[in-house]
């Protein structure tokens, strides 16, 4: 069984000031993790995503996130948030050898100028 | 990435009716997935759908209430049956780029159903 928690519903930060997502995961095996970004009546946008290697993997629109393998996190990072990242942030996980993902529950960031 | 579209883009249903929703990938890919995605919540996984075979459903949904064709590697239909307004949610399909081991989702069908 794998499962995502983002203990978070909301998170509200000023433009300018640093932005953190958080994100923990459950999973049997060795995780694949990955960062969707959804924007009112979007659908989901792909982030970035942790497979292997490096443990700070660095996405789009300056997004960051880093894998802590003995906390079973993957928190979403971006040093300087802008008003346009005001969104809905889902983290999933899935089993390298698996193909289903498992989202966690979301967060809804607010950005404020 | 691959570049998914989806048709309706929204649509608002009487209850006891059927809504086909359509996805259209841009390249022939293995996988694709049906998800449902309820007013104010996550996503969850209703279906793989297989091209060839019968789709895969995961527990809580069932073939006569979802059917799933895949005719082919680049294309796919959900079928939401006999609605009724718990049925309102978005729909999303995406495809697994396993070169990329990333999904990837189209734009998402919003039905409301009255």
């Known amino acids: 069984a794998q499962s995502v928690a983002q203990p978070e519903d909301q998170v509200n930060v000023a433009e300018g000031n640093p932005l953190t997502v958080k994100c923990t995961y459950s999973?049997?095996?060795?995780?694949?993790l990955f960062w969707y970004v959804q924007y009112p009546n979007r659908g989901l946008q792909f982030l970035l995503k942790?497979?292997?290697?490096?443990?700070l993997v660095k996405g789009s629109y300056g997004f960051e996130a880093e894998f802590n393998k003995s906390q079973t996190s993957f928190h979403l990072k971006k040093p300087s948030a802008l008003v346009s990242d005001s969104a809905l942030y889902f983290c999933?996980?899935?089993?390298?050898?698996?193909?289903?993902?498992?989202f966690g529950a979301g967060t809804t960031v607010t950005v404020r100028a | 990435s691959a570049v998914i579209s989806q048709k309706p883009s929204r649509d608002i249903c009487q209850r006891g009716t059927s809504l086909t929703i359509q996805c259209q990938v841009d390249?022939?890919?293995?996988?694709m997935f049906w998800y449902r995605q309820q007013p104010g919540q996550s996503l969850t996984l209703i279906a793989t759908?297989?091209?060839?075979?019968?789709?895969?459903?995961e527990s809580g949904f069932v073939i006569d209430k979802f059917p799933i064709s895949r005719p082919n590697l680049t294309f796919s239909t959900l079928t939401v049956s006999n609605m009724s307004p718990e049925d309102s949610s978005i729909y999303l399909c995406?495809?697994?780029?396993?070169?990329?081991?990333?999904?990837?989702f189209g734009p998402g069908t919003r039905l409301t159903v009255l």
């Open positions: 995406s495809v697994d780029s396993r070169g990329e081991n990333t999904q990837y």
């Open positions: 999973v049997s095996g060795n995780p694949y």
């Open positions: 942790y497979i292997t290697g490096d443990n």
């Open positions: 999933a996980v899935r089993d390298r050898n698996d193909y289903k993902l498992s």
């Open positions: 390249s022939q890919v293995t996988m």
């Open positions: 759908a297989n091209q060839g075979s019968e789709a895969t459903y």
